[in-house]
Nanobody, 117 residues
Framework: QVQLVESGGGLVQPGGSLRLSCKAS?????????MAWYRQAPGKQRELVAI???????NYADSVKDRFSIFTDNAKNTIDLQMNSLKPEDTAVYYC??????????WGQGTQVTVSS
């Protein structure tokens, strides 16, 4: 069973930056895996923010493109999300996800990001 623990959330002013980190309890990187960050704002559905495949391909939600970047470190078993030029609409609980297949789909507990002046 893979455990994912997120950290790095908090309160930041509009235009500021935060870096979220997700630490996995074991090596989760596979050529067929996806590593991703999702977010869920109050009253809204969970949405995909950024995803990276085992082959290195990355994709981002249109709303965060050119502001957010996803990084993985195989040696440290971490999946980071660098968030720049933050906006109030980025306020949400952010979740780390690792998926190998339909039976191996792991989630962290979430970390709160609040963008407010």
């Amino acid at each position: 069973q893979v455990q994912l623990v997120e950290s790095g959330g908090g309160l930041v002013q509009p235009g500021g930056s935060l870096r979220l980190s997700c630490k996995a309890s074991q090596n989760v990187f596979r050529s067929y895996a996806t590593m991703a960050w999702y977010r869920q704002a109050p009253g809204k559905q969970r949405e995909l923010v950024a995803i990276r495949t085992g082959g290195g391909t990355t994709n981002y939600a249109d709303s965060v493109k050119d502001r957010f970047s996803i990084f993985t470190d195989n040696a440290k078993n971490t999946i980071d999300l660098q968030m720049n030029s933050l906006k109030p609409e980025d306020t949400a609980v952010y979740y780390c996800n690792v998926r190998w297949d339909i039976a191996n789909d792991y989630w962290g507990q979430g970390t709160q990001v609040t963008v407010s002046s």
